[in-house]
């Protein structure tokens, strides 16, 4: 019994560790799964950057493939008045040649002119007025007693009643216009006429004058004519509703084809000059050719499209990586660039839908001028080639369009240096249009091969162009509000040193505001030797220190008196109160809705460096001090303007050190601050050049020379 209770013990403890064994191993298997599952999560959390511009390319990619067009592509560009550069080219099958724009508006005007218009006799009326005969006859008649007379007079009437009648009468407001030949409906039947057949008031009385006057009657003529102006009533009108329909079939039956090519056929040789003749044929075959694509080739036409402009957003997304990788990392940005390229392609598709005469109407060039306005001008005219290239599939003359385009966006680039300033938009319109306006010439001549074939009615359309590139300031409003991104316009606002934040910086911290307005005088100064924003390192740079109003008395400029509040503080609390003037410039320019291409300028212009004064005051104390407590929280400058304000910034403050410089000194001192921010790696993450900062080192250098009013000692 004793044994059998201990095997049991022992069963039941194996089945428990069994148990407990097995709980682990689950809890195990379940902490890698979600260990797993973390691990994938934090791979798409830090690729999300990279699945969003994925689908922004994708997405785009669908939008232009479904406004791209069908059909296939005929592989051969031509332009009339160009010579045939392919080798000799023979019809691949039978097609008709279509008939030019002007052809068909021939042949419609003669199908206009020799149709026959339909007309309808009203035969109630005409029934009506032969009922009220007998008695408007008596009532004009009446006074004659002889009933032999009367009964002649009364067939005579009915005698005329019924001639005029044969075809009846028009109103007596009628003017007719167009082919005399018509067709009479009446009832049932359809009777081809002459205008001229039925009566209308003037002839009316002339035919009663004529059969009346010189007969037995004519001593009655007047009462006639006063039985008749009373008795007869218009009963033929213009079936319009019927003419209507008959003029759209005519002009549906209008041949559009004036000849055909039979499969195998020479249609133009190698180094034949592309006249009149020959560049209609080549479109009607390039016409045919697009309607025969099938469905079969439907795909593959998508596939070629795919891989295009997929290339295209690539190369985009490629430039902006090497040359503007701030904007490749900001999605809200990326978004807008592509936005507007989209916005500019569907404007040009909707366009040519409605009308392809009015191409040149759509302001393509605003899309240059706005991302200049928000960017730069190496971008603006980067976007507007590739979407150039990219509406080339959709427009005709693609080559005239692509060539006229990239030069308008050319000049646009070039002469809008500033766009807050109206005459220099005013100027740049009047420079494209004129662009539009030669080049348009230009190609209608070796084309036309005369100025005298030119169509003036495109230079109306060119001038419609300009005007609506003038909508692109409200554009920018817009943009601005929508996408919360900054332009020239907006900084030029922000300059105003009367806005409220720049007001209010002057009066509780007057050192401060003066120390900025040096600091934005000598960044402009650089950043237009060096080809940089100007405008925005000078709007950077008078709110760059605005964070010092929060303790504007802990700083030297500040500080009117020999004590220093910080002779009261341990050097960690005053380091800490002059780090924290970024982080407080932060919220206080957020809190303003100050734009953060500014607020760039507040984060980065003092990088990671050292509050080094009070660094070493501390390491008196403790030689163990952390660095780390002593450093601004950065991020170091990443763009030529947060470096230029960088130097700009430590250049002048730590200028006020200096008791009276000579030439040689002032260089060194220029040199020697920013050669230990190159040493601290502070300029690694921005896109300026040695040579640029060199530039720059000499552009303070020489302003310094001003503000000590220094004079170089020539040798004697």
């Known amino acids: 019994m004793y044994i059998d209770k201990n095997r049991n013990f022992k069963g039941i403890l194996r089945s428990s560790v069994s148990k407990i064994a097995q709980k682990k191993i689950s809890l195990c298997r379940f902490e890698i799964k979600r260990t797993h599952l973390k691990s994938i999560w934090k791979f798409i959390v830090a690729q999300q950057a990279l699945f969003y511009k994925s689908l922004l390319i994708l997405s785009s990619s669908i939008c232009l493939l479904y406004l791209f067009p069908r059909g296939g592509q005929f592989k051969y560009e031509f332009q009339k008045g160009?010579?045939?550069?392919?080798?000799?080219?023979?019809?691949?099958?039978?097609?008709?040649?279509?008939?030019?724009?002007?052809?068909?508006?021939?042949?419609?005007?003669?199908?206009?002119?020799?149709?026959?218009?339909?007309?309808?006799?009203?035969?109630?009326?005409?029934?009506?007025?032969?009922?009220?005969?007998?008695?408007?006859?008596?009532?004009f008649f009446s006074e004659e007693s002889n009933p032999v007379l009367i009964d002649s007079l009364y067939q005579y009437g009915a005698t005329l009643l019924e001639d005029i009648y044969t075809y009846g009468v028009l109103p007596p407001n009628y003017i007719h216009s167009g082919n005399t030949d018509i067709f009479l409906i009446q009832g049932q039947l359809e009777v081809p006429i002459s205008i001229d057949e039925v009566f209308r008031s003037d002839t009316l009385f002339e035919y009663l004058t004529n059969n009346i006057v010189g007969g037995e009657f004519e001593p009655y003529t007047e009462p006639y004519k006063d039985l008749f102006f009373e008795l007869i009533t218009p009963n033929v009108f213009l079936d319009k509703v019927f003419n209507q329909n008959a003029t759209e079939e005519a002009l549906r039956n209008i041949s559009l084809s004036r000849g055909v090519i039979s499969n195998g056929e020479l249609i133009i040789a190698e180094g034949d000059l592309i006249n009149d003749n020959l560049f209609e044929v080549l479109n009607s075959l390039r016409n045919e050719f697009s309607l025969r694509q099938g469905d079969q080739s439907n795909i593959s036409i998508?596939?070629?499209?795919?891989?295009?402009?997929?290339?295209?957003?690539?190369?985009?997304?490629?430039?902006?990586?090497?040359?503007?990788?701030?904007?490749?990392?900001?999605?809200?940005?990326?978004?807008?660039?592509?936005?507007?390229?989209?916005?500019?392609?569907?404007?040009?598709?909707?366009?040519?839908?409605?009308?392809?005469?009015?191409?040149?109407?759509v302001p393509i060039c605003i899309l240059p001028l706005i991302i200049k306005a928000f960017f730069d001008a190496r971008l603006g005219l980067f976007t507007h080639v590739l979407t150039v290239l990219l509406i080339g599939f959709i427009v005709p003359n693609s080559f005239e369009y692509v060539f006229i385009q990239i030069l308008a966006g050319i000049i646009t680039i070039q002469t809008v240096a500033q766009l807050y300033r109206r005459a220099n938009l005013f100027i740049s319109v009047g420079q494209v249009i004129l662009v539009y306006i030669i080049g348009y010439l230009a190609f209608t001549t070796i084309q036309e091969g005369s100025f005298l074939s030119i169509n003036f009615t495109p230079l109306a359309l060119f001038l419609l162009n300009g005007l609506l590139m003038l909508f692109v300031q409200p554009l920018i409003y817009i943009y601005e509000k929508v996408f919360g991104i900054v332009s020239d316009v907006s900084l030029l606002e922000l300059s105003d040193t009367n806005a409220n934040l720049l007001k209010t910086l002057s009066e509780k911290a007057p050192g401060t505001f003066h120390h900025s307005l040096q600091v934005a005088n000598l960044a402009e100064s650089a950043a237009n030797e060096i080809g940089a924003n100007a405008l925005l390192v000078r709007v950077g740079a008078l709110y760059h220190d605005i964070g010092k109003l929060e303790n504007p008395h802990y700083f030297s400029e500040n500080q009117s008196g020999a004590v220093s509040p910080h002779d009261e503080l341990g050097p960690k609390q005053s380091a800490k109160i002059i780090i924290d003037h970024v982080k407080n410039g932060i919220r206080l320019a957020q809190k303003n809705k100050l734009p953060e291409r500014i607020i760039d300028f507040i984060r980065t212009h003092h990088g990671t460096?050292?509050?080094?004064?009070?660094?070493?005051?501390?390491?008196?104390?403790?030689?163990?001090?952390?660095?780390?407590?002593?450093?601004?929280?950065?991020?170091?400058?990443?763009?030529?303007?947060?470096?230029?304000?960088?130097?700009?910034?430590?250049?002048?403050?730590?200028?006020?050190?200096?008791?009276?410089?000579?030439?040689?000194?002032?260089?060194?001192?220029?040199?020697?601050?920013?050669?230990?921010?190159?040493k601290s790696l502070q300029f690694n993450d921005s896109n300026i050049t040695l040579s640029e900062i060199e530039t720059v080192k000499k552009v303070l250098f020489k302003k310094l020379i001003n503000v000590y009013q220094l004079r170089i000692e020539y040798p004697k």
């Open 609 to 678: 460096s050292t509050v080094y004064y009070f660094y070493k005051k501390q390491l008196e104390i403790d030689t163990e001090t952390d660095l780390k407590s002593f450093q601004y929280p950065g991020p170091r400058p990443f763009s030529k303007e947060t470096a230029i304000l960088m130097m700009a910034d430590a250049v002048e403050a730590a200028s006020k050190s200096l008791k009276a410089p000579n030439i040689d000194d002032l260089e060194s001192f220029v040199n020697g601050i920013i050669d230990d921010k190159m």
């Open 302 to 361: 998508l596939v070629g499209y795919s891989i295009l402009v997929l290339l295209t957003f690539t190369l985009l997304l490629l430039f902006l990586h090497k040359y503007s990788f701030s904007i490749y990392e900001d999605n809200r940005k990326l978004t807008f660039i592509f936005f507007n390229i989209l916005t500019v392609i569907v404007a040009v598709t909707t366009v040519i839908q409605y009308d392809t005469a009015y191409v040149f109407a």
């Open 82 to 139: 160009r010579v045939w550069q392919y080798p000799s080219y023979y019809a691949p099958f039978d097609f008709s040649i279509l008939k030019t724009e002007a052809e068909i508006q021939s042949d419609r005007e003669e199908v206009l002119q020799n149709l026959k218009p339909y007309f309808r006799s009203n035969l109630e009326v005409k029934d009506q007025v032969f009922e009220s005969y007998p008695e408007a006859f008596m009532s």
